[in-house]
């Protein structure tokens, strides 16, 4: 799947997907689901209702994936909380206390995802992955792309690797509307296989998990962590690349295991 191209139209208004095997892409309409059909998905043992998008595009991945697959997008109205056990005690604070405490003095972090395994986005820095990279090069002589890792937000001009870890919040302010975007840091990210798979072949090649295993675990279950969820305080806006990027307030660092651990 890693193959899978998928882009949206300028206008935002045509998802557009591409497998390698094929001469044409596919286009379906954002706006309008092409094929009206309930049906429903499994994620984390949880069933949700979703909107199949046709036998066209199906067949077309399922002859390249080479097993049956549909293609589904949420419903109108489709509510699914993020996986808050996954977040911290600082972002669980502030949910408490807008959520449960209406709390107003703060802005009110949007519990809404789709279809992720956890959170709607994913930041990571440059610095922090050229500090991952160096890791990565000396241990299995190469260095790896950011894509493995697939993070909805990338930034530059950091000056300490993993100083994302401690952002409470960040605001993003867009350079063409003058609109800000204010995103609350919910917690580091555990990585599983995936950034162990070449995305250009599809493949497994390095054991970047394993690296990651050396320097970078948790200390509460030992889960390798890089990167950090995101939730946003509204459900829609725009950000660019090139967008100024402020970090708000501080956080503790994640606890992390101690050296002498990660060699026994």
């Known amino acids: 799947m ?124 440059e610095q922090s992955m050229a500090a991952v990279n160096d890791k990565v090069q000396t241990t299995l002589g190469q260095s790896i792309d950011k894509i493995r890792f697939r993070p909805n937000i990338v930034i530059n001009g950091t000056t300490t690797p993993f100083v994302e870890d401690t952002w409470k919040s960040v605001s993003i302010v867009n350079k063409d509307s003058n609109t800000t975007d204010v995103f609350y840091g919910a917690g580091p990210c555990p990585r599983c296989t995936i950034p162990n798979v070449n995305p250009e072949q599809g493949k497994k090649d390095v054991d970047v998990r394993g690296v990651l295993n050396t320097f970078r675990r948790d200390a509460r279950n030992g889960e390798p962590l890089f990167g950090v969820y995101l939730i946003c305080t509204k459900n829609n806006g725009t950000i660019r690349v090139g967008d100024e990027v402020i970090p708000g307030e501080t956080k503790p660092n994640p606890a992390l295991m101690q050296e002498q651990e990660y060699k026994q």
């Open 2 to 125: 890693a193959l899978i191209e998928a882009t949206f139209s300028d206008d935002l208004q045509k998802l557009r997907i591409k497998v390698p095997t094929a001469e044409k892409a596919i286009e379906l309409d954002v706006k309008q689901p092409s094929y009206p059909r309930i049906d429903t998905v499994t994620l984390w043992k949880e069933e949700y209702n979703a909107v199949d998008q046709g036998d066209e595009v199906a067949k077309y991945l399922t002859d390249f994936l080479k097993y049956s697959v549909r293609l589904v997008r949420t419903p109108e109205g489709f509510k699914r909380e993020p996986a808050l056990e996954f977040s911290d005690s600082t972002f669980n604070q502030v949910v408490t206390a807008t959520h449960h405490q209406g709390d107003t003095s703060v802005p009110k972090p949007i519990l809404s995802v789709y279809y992720p395994d956890a959170f709607p986005f994913l930041l990571i820095t």
